[in-house]
Nanobody
Framework: QVQLVESGGGLVQPGGSLRLSCAASGNILSINGMTWYRQAPGKQRELVAAILSGGSTNYEDSVKGRFTISRDNAKNTVYLQMNSLKPEDTAAYYC???????????????WGQGTQVTVSS
C-alpha cells in the first residue's frame, strides 16, 4: 500500500524556520513531480512549491526567496525548508506525489495527511 507521510510541522514565532518532510513508501516504480500545497482556514488549497524528477522547481510568489523545496530520490522524500516565516504562512501543509506503480502503468497522484504549521508570537 502506497503512503505519503508528512512530518515537521509545529508552532514557530514569526521570523523562525521549519523543515517539512514527506516520505513516500510502498511498491513504487517511479516518482514524477512532488508538490507542497497549503490550506488556511476559510481559503482554498494553494500550491506552495513543486519539484520535478529532474530537479526543476517552481514556487508561489509569496514564498519565493524564503522557502526551498528539495528531494532525495533515493529516499523517495521531498522536503520544504521554510525560513523567515510569517503569520500568513499559517496553514495545513500537504504534500502530493505523482507515482507510477508498474511498468507501462498510469501515473496517479497521492496525497499526504497534512501537517499543521502555525506562525505566531
Amino acid at each position: 500500500q502506497v503512503q505519503l507521510v508528512e512530518s515537521g510541522g509545529g508552532l514557530v514565532q514569526p521570523g523562525g524556520s521549519l523543515r517539512l518532510s514527506c516520505a513516500a513508501s510502498g511498491n513504487i516504480l517511479s516518482i514524477n513531480g512532488m508538490t507542497w500545497y497549503r490550506q488556511a482556514p476559510g481559503k482554498q488549497r494553494e500550491l506552495v512549491a513543486a519539484i520535478l524528477s529532474g530537479g526543476s522547481t517552481n514556487y508561489e510568489d509569496s514564498v519565493k526567496g524564503r522557502f526551498t523545496i528539495s528531494r532525495d530520490n533515493a529516499k523517495n522524500t521531498v522536503y520544504l525548508q521554510m525560513n523567515s516565516l510569517k503569520p500568513e504562512d499559517t496553514a495545513a501543509y500537504y504534500c502530493s506525489a505523482d507515482l507510477r506503480l508498474k511498468v507501462g502503468g498510469p501515473v496517479y497522484r497521492y496525497w499526504g495527511q497534512g501537517t499543521q504549521v502555525t506562525v505566531s508570537s
